[in-house]
């Protein structure tokens, strides 16, 4: 079924025009990972890899070390490559958009020893716990 939603969103297709045949097949494999497992957790990949079928070239099971430099190595404008191609054939239901939420926290939950206090965009004098 993944294989199929793949091949109709030509999504392959627009991968390789920025990443290599096997990188492309490892992005693949870990958006059907996420999919499958409803999970992104990188520690249990491999075991995911080894019992299912892989879109990367001839089925190389990838140790979560690798996937973690992959996903470093990628570049700014293989990500906007990738964006503005899929983005380019779709209408604005199907389009991908990257946001972020910029909204200042000006509170904590119990006694969190581990949360640090940032800057605040508006000058207010709260503190703000990230």
């Keep these: 079924m993944l294989g199929k939603l793949i091949e109709e969103s030509r999504i392959r297709t627009i991968l390789l025009e920025q990443f290599s045949v096997s ?5 693949l494999d870990l958006a059907c990972y996420a999919i499958v497992t409803e ?3 990188g ?6 890899a080894y019992h299912h079928l892989l879109f990367t070239e001839n089925m190389k099971v990838y140790t979560d070390t690798k996937v973690s430099d ?3 190595s990628i570049t700014m404008e293989q990500r906007m490559g990738f964006l503005n191609a899929w983005n380019k054939e779709r209408d604005h239901r199907g389009k991908i958009y990257i946001s ?3 909204t200042n926290k000006a509170c904590q939950a119990g006694d969190i020893e581990m949360a640090e206090f940032g800057h605040e965009k508006v000058k207010a004098g709260k503190q703000i716990v990230n």
């Excluded at 990188?23 to 992005?27: D, E, K, Q």
């Excluded at 520690?43 to 995911?48: C, F, G, T």
């Design 43 to 48: 520690q249990y990949y491999q075991d995911y």
């Design 39 to 41: 999970n992104n957790a």
């Design 23 to 27: 990188n492309t097949g490892l992005i």
């Design 70 to 72: 992959f996903l470093k």
């Design 100 to 102: 972020y939420d910029s």
